[in-house]
């Protein structure tokens, strides 16, 4: 089993709550991280067990008492009854760590969860595996921030990535058994996910009669991965309505597969375009869904930067999530065209990103981050995440950063 940055964090949270939440994508290894945390003594239950869920729909109190604490209980999405259950057993008990629960449908958890467990709960977000977690670095993962000690320390610890090597890795995707059986069965794990995950959730979430509709709908979210979000567009392409690709995209967020990177506005900055832009979790389903057939056909296609932009998103995420913190990550563009890949809002200072495909980042590679001086607020270093093999400076406050380094 592969360590997970996550553990300290599940320690810390659960001594100090009677809930802990894990929420992510099916597949991600929320069970996996939570058997190497658990103790002897904690029981587990899953409610993928159809017998199991039943019971604690229809009697949430007879559960509890079937399943006693200390508990893992899986997919409890399904089971929404329990949490006012859990309120009653952990106000009773008053101990910390009682009750672990994951789920794999974010929204529709919140809504119960802060209404019956508010003051109780503690939630964490996992997605697959990191870069730093398949090279053995879990532990020194630290939220990326491009400052000198950040680079310092990542440039210590980091291994070095070729092109290849990263496409590959682009490619192949970050879910734990597919990271683990390699490349020869990627195939048959993404037809397998789509199929028996995705679409069954969907069915329970939105009732779609016609599956097929909904997987060519995953596939053109996908071929818009780091594009900024238009849904006529989409309905257009699907001949489908406007609020069925709102409607269709909720459930994609809900299951933890996509991700709106909001604009960075302040009531001086008027001017903003409002639309998020949407991003894959994991650029190894955006690459099947796609049909890129290997990882040198991604490289050298049409695709090659909006997907190599969606996997640093995806790791600098994962860089806070995996820590326990929340990101506060924004985009710029304005009607003058102008754009930052990414903003990183760190108290009361913006550090501004650009993402680029290129080993060799000149001082022009960061000429857009100047606009970040319009949007009142303190800016901090720059960085041009790239394929260089090194941290290199471009300017007093731009460095070019390896991406071989989150």
Excluded at 22 to 39: D, F, H, N, W, Y
Excluded at 87 to 104: E, F, I
Excluded at 192 to 208: A, N
Excluded at 325 to 344: N, P, S, V
Aim: proline share 6%; hydrophobic share 40%; aromatic share 8%.
């Amino acid at each position: 089993m592969v360590p997970r940055t996550l553990r300290p964090t599940i320690l810390n949270v659960s001594n100090n709550f009677p809930v802990l939440m894990v929420t992510g994508p099916r597949q991600v290894g929320k069970t996996t991280l939570l058997e190497m945390c658990s103790a002897d003594d904690r029981a587990y239950v899953t409610l993928d067990d159809l017998e199991m869920r039943r019971l604690a729909q229809q009697d949430p109190a007879l559960f509890l008492q079937t399943w006693p604490a200390p508990v893992t209980i899986d997919e409890v999405q399904y089971a929404p009854q329990l949490f006012s259950a859990i309120k009653m057993a952990v106000d009773r008990d008053g101990r910390n760590g009682l009750y672990w629960l994951t789920g794999s449908q974010k929204f529709e958890l919140m809504s119960g969860l802060t209404e019956s467990l508010a003051g109780r709960v503690a939630i964490v977000d996992l997605l697959g595996l990191s870069q730093a977690e398949q090279q053995g670095r879990a532990l020194q993962s630290q939220p990326f921030v491009p400052t000198l000690d950040w680079i310092q320390q990542s440039r210590n610890v980091a291994k070095p990535l070729s092109l290849q090597a990263l496409y590959a890795q682009i490619w192949l995707g970050a879910y734990p058994r597919l990271v683990e059986q390699g490349p020869q069965s990627r195939d048959v794990f993404y037809r397998s996910y789509v199929q028996t995950y995705i679409q069954r959730d969907v069915q329970d979430l939105l009732k779609v009669s016609d599956p097929m509709s909904f997987h060519r709908f995953l596939s053109v979210v996908a071929a818009r991965t780091g594009q900024l979000l238009n849904y006529a567009n989409m309905a257009n392409e699907l001949d489908i309505d406007n609020k069925t690709v709102k409607a269709w995209l909720s459930v994609l967020q809900a299951s933890g597969l996509v991700y709106l990177l909001q604009p960075y506005h302040r009531n001086l900055t008027k001017r903003m375009i409002k639309s998020p832009k949407l991003y894959f979790l994991d650029t190894g389903l955006a690459a099947y869904l796609t049909k890129w057939s290997s990882p040198e056909a991604l490289e050298a296609g049409s695709m090659s930067g909006p997907m190599l932009e969606t996997w640093a998103v995806c790791e600098i995420l994962k860089s806070y999530w995996h820590n326990g913190k929340e990101a506060h990550l924004y985009f710029y563009r304005d009607t003058e065209q102008r754009e930052i890949d990414l903003l990183i809002e760190d108290g009361d200072v913006i550090y501004p990103i650009e993402i680029k495909k290129t080993a060799t980042p000149s001082t022009q590679a960061g000429r857009q981050l100047a606009a970040a001086q319009n949007l009142d607020k303190k800016v901090g270093p720059g960085a041009v995440l790239c394929l260089a093999k090194r941290d290199v400076p471009l300017s007093d406050s731009l460095m070019a950063i390896p991406v071989a380094y989150l």
